[in-house]
């Protein structure tokens, strides 16, 4: 059986009021939709935890660089019910776009610091800002006691983190492990934009940076093996990568080598498509 679809703000805060009024506790799982396994592993997580659980679904545009991402972004609402129908999800939060950004909307959430000023933030400005305002929101509409979130989008994890506790929140932001196709591939939304045979070559970025982390793992110095990285991933057909770094995994901090806990994160273009990724890298031994 579907979970009820609510689109308005006052639908569902009678819904979580009743909730409260029986003592139960609230998960969240935000979304932008076109769910796949690793979503559907939030929900399930979230059931596990929680009394209740909310899936939200909001392709939210501050999030969006490029108006053509924002109008080519999967909307499959009907399948997405449908997936998430066994998982005993309560309700289905899909706000009219009025409900996140009503007319006069003037207020924006900006997360500074380290955590933003790297990776993702310089090649994708005002990105963060759209996620730390739509994420504050979903929060404070929902009341949740706890919200999940993918490792795969690490830099997002931690700017939402950090966002609940800047402004008192009171919220558990809970990271999952990333999902992954048998290929190694980090199951993404944007996977669906990719022609099969592409889609086979792109498991190169997750190849090449389990290579490049158990090499640094073992002693090797990390600029020549981030260079090696680059070519390996040119030669499987990826045209601009943006980054593969190895970063602090508390401060996003750069590092020469997995000195204490560390990540390492790359975004990295096959056919127009934007591919991102993350695995932790054992720290090297003393």
Known sequence: MTAP??????????????????????????TMGALHAGHLSLAAAA???????I???????????????????????TDDAQ?????????????????????????????????????????????????????AKLFLQTSADKAFFGQKD???????????????????????????EASGLAMSSRNLLLPKDRLAKAAALNAAMREAAAKASAGEPWAPLETAARQTLAEAGFGDVEYFDLRCAETLEALDSPSRPARLLAAAWM?????IDNIEVPQLNP
Request: net charge neutral; aromatic share 8%; charged share 25%.
């Open 83 to 135: 997936k998430l129908a066994h998982l005993g999800v309560d309700l289905i939060y899909v706000p009219d776009p009025d409900q996140i950004y009503p007319q006069g909307y003037a207020t924006n959430v900006s997360v500074g610091g380290s955590i933003t000023e790297v990776m993702e933030g310089p090649f994708r400005p005002g990105h963060f800002d759209g996620v730390a305002t739509v994420v």
């Open 55 to 77: 899936v939200t679904i909001f392709v939210n545009p501050k999030q969006f660089n490029k108006p053509e991402d924002l109008e080519n972004y999967p909307r499959t609402e």
């Open 5 to 30: 679809i609510l689109r308005r703000l006052s639908d569902l805060r009678a819904k979580t009021a009743a909730w409260r009024r029986a003592g139960e506790t609230i998960g969240l799982v935000p």
């Open 47 to 53: 059931k596990q935890s929680c009394d209740r659980v």
């Open 271 to 275: 056919d127009g498509v934007r591919l």
């Open 154 to 180: 690490y830099q997002q994890l931690m700017v939402v983190t950090r966002m609940a506790r800047d402004l008192d929140i009171p919220i558990e932001v809970i990271g999952c492990e990333t999902v992954r």
